[in-house]
Nanobody
């Protein structure tokens, strides 16, 4: 099993930056893809960003493309999300997720991921 713990959320003004980090523990060698999802108040959880095992393939939601960067450190078993140019509509609970599918692509569907963190709140004020 793999456990995921997110950190780095908080309150920031529009235009500011935050960096989320997710630390994995347990059978981390079994992790292939890693990703971030978010759930805004009153909305369904949605895909944000993901990358494959070696970080060579990434995928972003259109709403964050060009503003945010996903990266991973396989030695430390962490995945990070650098969020720049934050907007009020980015306010949500952000979830880290791990995929165990043996593939070289960056997964994007919730069904691709087998482990989830508890989430961290990001609030962007206008």
């Amino acid at each position: 099993q793999v456990q995921l713990v997110e950190s780095g959320g908080g309150l920031v003004q529009a235009g500011g930056s935050l960096r989320l980090t997710c630390a994995a523990s347990g059978r981390t060698f079994s992790i292939y893809g890693l990703g971030w999802f978010r759930r805004a108040p009153g909305k369904e959880r949605e895909f944000v960003a993901a990358l494959n095992r070696n970080g060579g393939a990434t995928r972003y939601a259109d709403s964050v493309k060009g503003r945010w960067t996903i990266s991973r450190d396989n030695v430390r078993a962490t995945v990070s999300l650098q969020m720049d140019s934050l907007k009020p509509e980015d306010t949500a609970v952000y979830y880290c997720a791990a995929s165990f599918s043996i593939t070289n692509y960056a997964p994007a569907k919730e069904s691709d991921f087998g482990s989830w963190g508890q989430g961290t709140q990001v609030t962007v004020s206008s």
